[in-house]
């Protein structure tokens, strides 16, 4: 296992029968709607793993998030303040979604990011669209 690396991003999980959880890495600039769309996300049923501050570290295969243990189970809601949020321990990530505020292309080329070495499937999206949080499932699904 590989040390703990934090990067500034949030992660939420979702469970897939025949896969278990998967965990999608959202980051972005600071307001690009990082927490926002875990929270819609986590609406939807998923599970919030970190916000804010995520650990990525390696296991066997895999590449995992898991939260600081000074926010584990906490969220930043924007104009409210941080609320307490049902969070899931390590996850496994599938998927890096990085918020910009410029449109993504139409039918982009497929890209990764690499965490601790390890390539991630990456797409981008707008933080503030009405579809991102069906762009963001259709995207895991697909994985």
Request: no cysteine.
């Given at each position: ?39 819609r996300l986590i609406g939807r ?48 990530l599938v998927l890096a979604v ?23 499937p990456l797409i981008r999206l ?18």
């Open positions: 296992m590989s040390p703990a690396r934090p990067v500034h991003a949030t992660a939420v999980a979702q469970w897939a029968p025949g896969t278990g959880w998967r965990a999608v890495l959202i980051s972005g600039p600071p307001g690009a709607g990082k927490s926002d769309l875990a929270l049923g998923w599970r919030l793993v970190a916000d804010d501050a995520v650990h990525v570290f390696t296991s066997g295969e895999g590449l995992y998030a898991a939260a600081p243990e000074t926010i584990a189970g906490r969220i930043e809601a924007r104009g409210i303040g941080i609320i307490d949020a049902g969070a899931r321990g390590a996850v496994r990085d918020l910009t505020e410029t449109p993504p292309e139409r039918l982009p080329e497929a890209e990764t990011r690499a965490f601790a070495g390890r390539p991630l707008r933080g503030f669209e009405a579809s991102v949080v069906e762009k963001v499932a259709a995207a895991i699904a697909r994985l």
